[in-house]
């Protein structure tokens, strides 16, 4: 059985707290702006996880940023924490870094990490049902996405699920490209393939462009992975019906953003 969550008995054991050679920290921009939700999001990844269960879902968000989205989980009855490279928000007490900070960490990704909880003197690694990275694999160099992967696989559960948008083209800032592995969805797939983790399209079906950052939501050249290492323990995805299909296509897009701003004026959809 998976382990009960106790923030307050969570350590962060990290080889490097803060990415300091990253460009995302030495020009900073997602880390100084981001603070993205999607409150449908949380609703498909709960039903996706039978709501009766006796624990919360837990999820891990890597280049969390502003900590919007693991507020907008812990909200929602999740167990979450999230992991920033650049320490822009935590020093300014930015957006949830003010609110939540006991599920914020400071932490490169790129460099080995271990989240453990503390139990009576002995410290026992954490497993997370969901791992995320919104747009934030391509921020990496090629050579320390090994070391990302391992992250990732010492702390998802036999059964987890990894959750990514990945964005295929270059994001020039003040002359600095803040993306330092631009590369197409196949190369992607194929990577993670060959360390044991497999894509699940149909799992991206099931979301159906309701992901917390993605084309919809302004990057438009990226795309989606669903990352398992054990494909056949995952969760079924629900069947869904027509009109709960149609809603996910209508939510968040361009028309029902600007009939939105237009009623009621700006929203965080």
């Not at 030495?26 to 999001?41: A, Y």
């Not at 320490?87 to 080995?112: G, M, N, Q």
């Not at 954490?126 to 696989?153: G, I, K, P, S, Y």
């Not at 194929?190 to 799992?203: N, V, W």
Request: aromatic share 10%; proline share 5%.
């Amino acid at each position: 059985m998976k382990e009960h969550m106790d923030i307050n008995r969570i350590l962060l054991r990290a080889e490097r707290s803060v990415a300091f050679e990253s460009p995302d920290h030495n020009v900073p921009w997602g880390t100084r702006l981001d603070n993205s939700r999607n409150l449908r999001f949380n609703e498909k990844l709960a039903r996706l996880y039978s709501p009766d269960r006796e624990r919360p879902v837990s999820v891990l968000d890597l280049g969390c940023s502003g900590g919007g989205f693991v507020r907008s989980l812990l909200n929602a009855g999740f167990f979450a924490m999230g992991l920033e490279g650049s320490d822009y928000s935590f020093v300014r007490k930015r957006a949830e870094w003010r609110t939540i900070p006991e599920h914020l960490f400071t932490c490169d990704i790129s460099k080995k990490f271990r989240i453990v909880q503390n139990n009576d003197a002995q410290e026992a690694p954490v497993h997370f049902d969901v791992v995320t990275a919104w747009e934030v694999v391509e921020h990496l160099a090629e050579r320390e996405l090994d070391q990302l992967t391992d992250n990732v696989q010492t702390h998802l559960a036999e059964d987890g699920l990894w959750i990514m948008s990945v964005s295929s083209e270059d994001d020039m800032v003040n002359g600095v490209n803040l993306h330092q592995t631009v590369k197409p969805a196949d190369w992607w797939i194929h990577f993670f393939a060959e360390r044991g983790l497999h894509h699940l399209p149909s799992m991206v079906d099931y979301f159906n462009t309701q992901f917390v950052r993605g084309p919809k939501y302004g990057a438009l050249h990226s795309f989606h992975l669903v990352l398992s290492p054990s494909a056949d323990k995952n969760p079924a995805p629900p069947r869904e019906g027509l009109t709960e299909r149609l809603y996910d296509r209508w939510l968040g897009s361009a028309i029902q953003r600007r009939l939105s701003r237009w009623i009621v004026g700006p929203t965080d959809l």
